[in-house]
C-alpha cells in the first residue's frame, strides 16, 4: 500500500492519507503493549533531563498564571507514566492519567483514570490538561481538542506539545503508524481556535522529548477569552530546509546538516 503525505491548502497541515481509524489505532496500542513497549519506553531516558522537562513545563504555567490561580486538578492525556505530573502534585495539586497503555506509574499519588475519554464520567472537569507528543498520533486532532475542552473547567488551560514535523519531519517519514500528523505553528493554531478554545501562548523551541532534543512547538489553548492571542509562523515558513538552522545544528549537526542539504537538493 502507498501512503502519501497531503496538505490542507487553507492553513497547511500536513497529514498520512490513507488514514489509520480508531480500530487500527487499538491494534496499534495492543500490539505495543504485547511488546513490553510498556516496560521500555521510558527506561533509556535520563533522570537529570526528566527532572529538567518537568521543571520547564510547570514554569510555563507559574508565567501565565498568578500563584493563587494554581490549577487544582491536572490531567495528563496520552501522560504514559504520569511523570510530568509529579511537581503540580508536590505543590498539592490533583493528578490523573489517561493513557492507552497502563504503564508503571511515577508517583503513587497519580489516579489512572483509564485509557481515553470514554473513562471520564460526563461533566468531569479539569483545570489544566496536558496533551504533549499525543496529537501528532491521533486520527482526527481537532476532534480530540474539542472533546478535551468538553472536560475543561471555565479559564482552563489546555497545553498542547508536538514535534515542529511540518519543517524536515514529514519529508524523511520512515513509517506511516507512528506519527499520521506534521504540525506548523499555523496549523496547530487553527486546530486549537477550530475546537473552540482561545490561544495564550504560541512558541516553536528545542527542547527535550524523551530521548533527545527535538524541534517543538508549544501551544496553550483557554477555555475563555484571552486579551491578546499571539501570532504565528506559516507553514510555508517553517517548512523551509533551513528554518530550524541554528537550533538543529546546536542539537545534532552531522544529521540535521545531512538532512538540510538533502532537503534543499530534493533529495528527501
Known amino acids: 500500500m502507498e501512503v502519501r503525505i497531503r496538505e490542507c491548502g487553507a492553513c497547511g497541515f500536513l497529514y498520512?492519507?490513507?488514514?489509520?481509524?480508531?480500530?487500527?489505532?487499538q491494534v496499534k496500542y495492543e500490539t505495543l503493549t504485547k511488546l513490553g513497549y510498556d516496560k521500555q519506553r521510558h527506561s533509556s531516558s535520563p533522570a537529570k533531563k526528566r527532572?529538567?522537562?518537568?521543571?520547564?513545563?510547570?514554569?510555563?504555567?507559574?508565567?501565565?498564571?498568578?500563584?493563587?490561580?494554581?490549577?487544582?486538578?491536572?490531567?495528563?492525556?496520552?501522560?504514559?507514566?504520569?511523570?510530568?505530573?509529579?511537581?503540580?502534585i508536590e505543590q498539592g495539586q490533583e493528578g490523573y492519567l489517561l493513557d492507552f497503555i497502563q504503564y508503571p506509574q511515577s508517583d503513587p499519588r497519580i489516579q489512572y483514570l483509564g485509557k481515553d475519554l470514554s473513562a471520564l464520567a460526563e461533566g468531569q472537569q479539569f483545570d489544566l490538561?496536558?496533551?504533549?507528543?499525543?496529537l501528532e498520533h491521533v486520527v482526527d486532532p481537532v476532534g480530540l481538542i474539542r472533546d478535551l475542552k468538553q472536560h475543561?473547567?471555565?479559564?482552563?488551560?489546555?497545553?498542547?506539545e508536538v514535534p515542529l514535523g511540518a519543517w524536515l519531519e514529514w519529508e524523511f517519514l520512515r513509517e506511516p503508524v507512528t506519527?499520521?500528523?506534521?504540525?506548523?505553528?499555523?496549523?496547530?493554531?487553527?486546530?486549537?481556535?477550530?475546537?473552540?478554545?482561545?490561544?495564550e501562548l504560541?512558541?516553536?523551541?528545542?527542547q527535550w522529548v524523551t530521548h533527545s532534543q527535538e524541534a517543538c512547538i508549544?501551544?496553550?489553548?483557554?477555555?475563555?477569552?484571552?486579551?491578546?492571542?499571539?501570532?504565528?509562523?506559516?507553514?510555508?515558513?517553517?517548512?523551509?530546509?533551513?528554518?530550524?538552522?541554528?537550533?538543529?545544528?546546536?542539537?545534532?549537526?552531522?544529521?540535521?546538516?545531512?538532512?538540510?542539504v538533502k532537503s534543499a537538493l530534493g533529495l528527501a
Open 16 to 25: 498520512s492519507d490513507p488514514r489509520m481509524d480508531e480500530e487500527d489505532i
Open 51 to 88: 527532572s529538567e522537562r518537568q521543571q520547564r513545563v510547570l514554569e510555563l504555567f507559574s508565567g501565565l498564571r498568578n500563584p493563587q490561580d494554581k490549577p487544582q486538578r491536572v490531567l495528563d492525556y496520552g501522560g504514559a507514566e504520569g511523570h510530568l505530573l509529579v511537581p503540580f
Open 129 to 134: 490538561i496536558l496533551l504533549l507528543h499525543t
Open 152 to 160: 475543561l473547567a471555565p479559564d482552563g488551560l489546555l497545553y498542547i
Open 179 to 199: 506519527h499520521l500528523n506534521f504540525f506548523s505553528e499555523q496549523s496547530l493554531f487553527q486546530a486549537v481556535k477550530e475546537a473552540g478554545l482561545d490561544v
Open 202 to 206: 504560541l512558541q516553536s523551541n528545542w
Open 218 to 260: 508549544n501551544i496553550v489553548g483557554k477555555n475563555g477569552k484571552v486579551a491578546s492571542e499571539p501570532t504565528y509562523r506559516t507553514t510555508r515558513q517553517q517548512r523551509q530546509s533551513f528554518h530550524a538552522l541554528q537550533g538543529a545544528l546546536k542539537a545534532n549537526a552531522r544529521y540535521y546538516g545531512k538532512q538540510m
